[in-house]
């Protein structure tokens, strides 16, 4: 077979005659027939002529058993758009049989490896006939071109070489290379629109070479069979060579586009796998009636889809258990999504603990069902050198055309969409349009947040405590702010988690309590006997030196250990209880209070609780604020205090801001409360004033808080 690439694509794109387009089909029945007619014709004018006993046929035997092995040793060959094709060494022996003839042993010969290459790999039979075809055309045709620049008018029979015939017999191969890819060419232009110009084109840049090579090496072929066949096996020799070499460059190209931990294509391979997608839904698109955003009906053309994945907390695993189990974790991964998918859709890893998916052509249901059973499959744990691991993964889906028309922006649009998964964690997000504006403030957020604390961006506003019976401020909550010089003011539910996954959350973390704690100094210089607290995010809750930098800030302001209150939140153990509780108890151990924030909004166990034995719980305000409306919300308040109560600890209500609510609070026990009702959060500046107004009392134990 003169290029396995070739039977490769007609099979991938003359499939049943049932799925393909009916002028397809007719074009592969119309060269099947064409090439059994043209081996009938042959075969009826050369069995008569030929005598087929004759030594002087024995060259011709040993090319077609040589052609027929040669389909056993196939060649790979690099292509410009990241895959392989094959090409075999046959290429040689076939053009010698074309040269030498009878050209009838030479269809022959080709028919039998063709068919013996199509049985191998199962093809169906309309693939097989079409392949068949193809050769015996391609062999006619390569003879006749022969024929032509020879001036023999014998296009059948037996030939013996001479040495002015080497120019027309690469002539012979350089025709029988564009016949055997331009038929090819044909059907896949007929079937996915491309031209057929451009193929033969990326056939000729993959294929030019190693096939140039075998095509010079068939007229000395035969030549040399001529002379004795005791030197045919010298020809063997560079065959060898090229085919070595072939697969070197083949191997280096696969290493440079393939991950080499998971063995997945990388982000190079999957930018150009993704153009070619693009190419032909855009062609697609282009040429038959334009389908509704994201679907993909009969009639309608169907639609690109990338999809990124973002594995949750995979940084704990490589700091916990090592980097030789992260990996294992990765390759984990790797092998559930492949086998998730279809045979046509490229899995990449692009690096870290994020991959691709590219589905080259689908609709928006069978898409957003694919990313759904990939994110199930995620969801199962995974065993690592005997170590149990959660698994979780944020996924964001784009589609071309709808949402990009170009590489870059389709893989643009599905992070925009991850992005957003990855603010829940653990679903699957498909872009939409009223993303673009949040993450284009978000890029400048984020870019902006390493320097906003040394530009004097930042600072904390104070919102009071006090306690229910009296209405006396007995602590501070210290808010952080962002006033962002272009985008304004930004809220902490924005810039926190920004902070959180850029890094910039120690620094924003470290200015909120030597801030805080600074204020507090001011505050008791005045006489006002207050305390503060800093809630802690995951990050800081993972750091070991967190314990030392917080008594080396209490002892450069002189703050007494008992004034300060860390606030953590039941999700924020629950990301790493051993380490988070380790680092808090050193911080008890220091003499610092500890407060669970938004109670009852986690998934914790009380058992957190009873080993944590925090000072505080703070009732969130979700539930706080339906307490008028909703009695279950009422109900679960009134348990808190009474668990907090039970377990020697204060109870703190967030979100009071109105005087029934706090009534309500009162009757209920609640310790202390803080809201609107009794005091919008202030700068330092307007602070002190507003305490003058207000009554001030001292802690008795000391409480209040500090939250990012």
């Known amino acids: 077979m003169a290029s396995q690439a070739c039977a490769d694509g007609a099979a991938d794109i003359v499939a049943p005659a049932r799925t393909q387009p009916s002028h397809v089909t007719a074009a592969v029945l119309l060269i099947a027939v064409a090439g059994a007619a043209t081996w009938v014709v042959t075969g009826a004018v050369e069995l008569g002529r030929v005598d087929w006993t004759s030594r002087a046929l024995i060259p011709a035997y040993l090319f077609a058993i040589l052609l027929i092995a040669g389909e056993l040793r196939p060649l790979l060959v690099a292509r410009d758009d990241g895959d392989t094709d094959t090409v075999t060494v046959s290429t040689t022996f076939a053009v010698a049989l074309v040269l030498c003839g009878p050209l009838l042993l030479a269809m022959t010969a080709q028919a039998l490896a063709v068919a013996y290459d199509d049985v191998v790999r199962r093809r169906q039979y309309l693939q097989a006939a079409f392949n068949i075809g193809q050769y015996m055309l391609t062999l006619a045709a390569a003879r006749l071109a022969f024929c032509l620049a020879t001036g023999d008018a014998s296009f059948c029979g037996v030939r013996m070489l001479r040495p002015d015939d080497v120019l027309p017999g690469l002539l012979a191969g350089a025709t029988f290379f564009l016949v055997n890819n331009g038929l090819v060419a044909v059907i896949v232009a007929l079937s996915t629109g491309a031209s057929p110009w451009a193929i033969v084109r990326g056939d000729v840049r993959a294929q030019g070479?190693?096939?140039?090579?075998?095509?010079?090496?068939?007229?000395?072929?035969?030549?040399?069979?001529?002379?004795?066949?005791?030197?045919?096996?010298?020809?063997?020799?560079?065959?060898?060579?090229?085919?070595?070499?072939?697969?070197?460059?083949?191997?280096?190209?696969?290493?440079?586009?393939?991950?080499?931990?998971?063995?997945?294509?990388?982000r190079t391979l999957l930018h150009l796998r993704t153009g070619s997608a693009l190419d032909a839904v855009l062609r697609t698109h282009a040429s038959g009636p334009r389908p509704d955003p994201g679907h993909a009906v009969d009639g309608q053309a169907p639609s690109a889809v990338v999809m990124l994945l973002d594995l949750d907390h995979f940084k704990e695993v490589n700091d916990t258990l090592g980097h030789h189990v992260g990996d294992a974790l990765l390759r984990e991964v790797a092998d559930r999504v492949r086998s998730m998918c279809p045979p046509d859709v490229t899995v990449s890893r692009l690096g870290g603990d994020e991959f691709a998916v590219l589905v080259p052509s689908t609709d928006r249901e069978s898409a957003r069902g694919l990313a759904d059973r990939i994110a199930e499959a995620l969801r199962r744990p995974a065993t690592v050198d005997g170590v149990r691991i959660a698994l979780q993964a944020s996924i964001g889906v784009a589609m071309a055309p709808e949402h990009a028309r170009t590489v870059e922006g389709l893989l643009q649009r599905a992070d925009i969409a991850l992005y957003r998964a990855k603010e829940v964690r653990g679903t699957v997000e498909t872009y939409h349009e009223e993303f673009d504006?949040?993450?284009?403030?978000?890029?400048?957020?984020?870019?902006?947040?390493?320097?906003?604390?040394?530009?004097?961006?930042?600072?904390?506003?104070?919102?009071?405590?006090?306690?229910?019976?009296?209405?006396?401020?007995?602590?501070?909550?210290?808010?952080?702010?962002?006033?962002?010089?272009?985008?304004?003011?930004?809220?902490?539910?924005?810039?926190?988690?920004?902070?959180?996954?850029?890094?910039?959350?120690?620094?924003?973390?470290?200015?909120?309590?030597?801030?805080?704690?600074?204020?507090?100094?001011?505050?008791?210089?005045?006489?006002?006997?207050?305390?503060?607290?800093?809630?802690?995010?995951?990050?800081?809750?993972?750091?070991?030196?967190?314990p030392t930098v917080v008594a080396a800030a209490l002892f450069s302001h002189g703050i007494p250990a008992d004034r300060l209150t860390v606030e953590v939140t039941e999700t924020t153990i629950a990301a790493d209880p051993k380490r988070a509780m380790h680092i808090l108890q050193e911080l008890r151990s220091i003499g610092v209070r500890l407060s669970v924030d938004d109670f009852g909004t986690g998934y914790s166990s009380l058992a957190y609780l009873t080993r944590l034995r925090p000072d505080e719980l703070k009732v969130d305000r979700s539930f706080v604020s339906g307490m008028k409306v909703d009695p279950q919300g009422e109900a679960i308040v009134r348990s808190t205090i009474e668990l907090g109560h039970a377990l020697g600890m204060e109870v703190t209500a967030e979100g009071v801001e109105d005087e029934a609510t706090y009534q309500a609070l009162l009757n209920l026990g609640c310790d202390r409360v803080q809201g609107f009702l009794l005091g919008r959060p202030v700068p330092e500046s307007r602070l002190h004033a507003w305490l003058d107004e207000t009554t001030v009392a001292a802690p008795h134990p000391p409480t209040a808080g500090a939250t990012l």
């Open 209 to 266: 070479l190693a096939t140039s090579i075998l095509i010079g090496l068939a007229p000395l072929t035969a030549i040399a069979a001529d002379f004795s066949l005791l030197t045919v096996p010298l020809v063997v020799l560079p065959l060898l060579g090229v085919q070595h070499s072939a697969y070197l460059a083949a191997r280096r190209q696969h290493d440079a586009l393939h991950d080499g931990l998971t063995g997945l294509p990388n």
């Open 437 to 546: 504006t949040h993450t284009v403030q978000r890029l400048s957020v984020v870019a902006d947040l390493h320097t906003a604390v040394a530009d004097d961006q930042m600072f904390l506003a104070f919102q009071p405590i006090v306690e229910t019976p009296t209405r006396r401020v007995v602590g501070l909550e210290a808010l952080l702010r962002w006033t962002h010089p272009v985008h304004g003011s930004i809220p902490p539910a924005e810039f926190v988690p920004l902070a959180e996954r850029s890094g910039a959350i120690s620094t924003m973390s470290h200015f909120a309590m030597d801030n805080a704690l600074g204020t507090l100094r001011r505050l008791r210089d005045r006489g006002e006997d207050l305390s503060v607290s800093v809630n802690l995010s995951p990050r800081l809750l993972s750091d070991l030196e967190l």
